[in-house]
């Protein structure tokens, strides 16, 4: 099926156009280039407004993670919520977030991730100390240290 944009007034496949929020089967009016040309001139023209509005989800993303994962570090029991991190139990955290953002530094596409697999055990909470104690130490804690791990 093909659909004519109202912006551009180019008819394209239905997979060029996101659904629609109101209806949920329909698609949206803007093709996805549309779409995206005036969110961009959107963000640009009400960057603060913007930024607000994005740190807030990311702090909701935060701690439906936390609470989730037991709002506590998963080896040294720390509740502090600015020290709480997520983990990759398997030490592959690097590689996950090149697979799924195609950087290593963008936190929030994970952080996606994770609530839309309905929060795997591949995942686990832990204070920065711990782990980057993981990192540095082999994949084991130092508080784990002379711990019989099973």
């Given amino acids: 099926m093909n659909i004519a944009c109202r912006k551009c007034s180019i008819t394209k496949p239905a997979d060029d156009f996101y659904p629609s929020y109101r209806s949920g089967e329909r698609a949206n009016q803007w093709c996805k280039v549309c779409a995206a040309e005036y969110a961009r001139s959107w963000q640009a023209k009400n960057r603060g407004r913007y930024l ?3 740190r807030r989800r990311y702090a909701a993303l935060v701690d439906q993670i936390q609470e989730a994962y037991g709002r506590k570090c998963t080896c040294c029991g720390e509740a502090e919520k600015g020290f709480l991190t997520i983990d990759h ?3 592959d955290g690097a590689a996950h977030r090149r697979e799924v953002n195609g950087s290593n530094y963008n936190g929030s596409m994970v952080y996606r991730q994770i609530v839309a697999q309905g929060f795997p055990d591949t995942f686990q909470l832990l204070c920065f100390n711990c782990n980057l104690g993981r990192a540095k130490n082999g994949g084991v ?3 784990r240290v002379g711990v019989k791990l099973i």
Avoid: E, K, T, Y
């Fill in 141 to 143: 804690c130092p508080h």
């Fill in 89 to 91: 139990v398997n030490g």
């Fill in 52 to 54: 607000v509005s994005r």
